[in-house]
C-alpha cells in the first residue's frame, strides 16, 4: 500500500470512524495525464460512515475534501468518492 493511501486512511479514519473504507490508488490509469505531471495522484474512496447519515451527497463529498484538504493541495489530484450511510444499500 501506498504511504499516500495509508495516510489517506488514517486521516478519513480519525475524521468519520468508519465501518468499512477502501481507497483504490488510481495513478497508474492516468499516467501522462496534464494533472499527474506534477507527481500529485488520482484517488477511488468508498466509505462507510454514521457521519453521512441523512446527509446529501453533497455535503458528503464536502466533509470528505475537507477532511483532506491538505493532501488535495500536494498529494491528490483527482478523488472519486462514494460515501454512504451504515443503512444505505451498495
Request: glycine letters at 6%; hydrophobic letters at 45%.
Amino acid at each position: 500500500m501506498s504511504n499516500r493511501v495509508t495516510r489517506i486512511r488514517e486521516i478519513l479514519t480519525r475524521a468519520f470512524a468508519p465501518l468499512a473504507l477502501e481507497i483504490e490508488d488510481q495513478s497508474h490509469l492516468h499516467a501522462g495525464h496534464a494533472g499527474a505531471r506534477d507527481g500529485r495522484g488520482h484517488f477511488h474512496v468508498r466509505i462507510v460512515a454514521s457521519a453521512f447519515a441523512g446527509q446529501p451527497l453533497l455535503a458528503r463529498h464536502r466533509q470528505v475534501n475537507a477532511a483532506l484538504a491538505d493532501m488535495l493541495k500536494t498529494d491528490i489530484h483527482a478523488l472519486a468518492i462514494e460515501a454512504r450511510a451504515p443503512d444505505e444499500s451498495h
